[in-house]
């Protein structure tokens, strides 16, 4: 997971908008939230969907911490 970033991706993001690098990391975080959200569930398929959500962007939260 440590690959080095190539010229081409590089350049590509040097390309890129302000607002197309943040609709980026909006799609990223939302995508986290699902997969945190679908693993939860596995976990805990008694729980409704918005727990499944509310706990998952919960512990997106705090993952830094």
């Known amino acids: 997971m440590n690959d080095p970033i190539h010229a081409?991706?590089?350049e590509g993001f040097r390309r890129?908008?302000?607002a197309q690098k943040l609709?980026?990391?909006a799609d990223l975080y939302h995508a986290g939230i699902q997969l945190k959200a679908a693993g939860l569930r596995l976990a805990h398929p008694d729980w409704p969907e918005?727990?499944?959500e509310r706990?998952?962007?919960r512990s997106l939260l705090y993952?830094?911490?």
Do not use: F, N, S
């Open 16 to 18: 890129m908008t302000p």
């Open 55 to 57: 706990e998952a962007r």
């Open 8 to 10: 081409v991706q590089i």
């Open 23 to 25: 609709q980026m990391v």
């Open 63 to 65: 993952a830094g911490t």
């Open 50 to 52: 918005d727990r499944l």
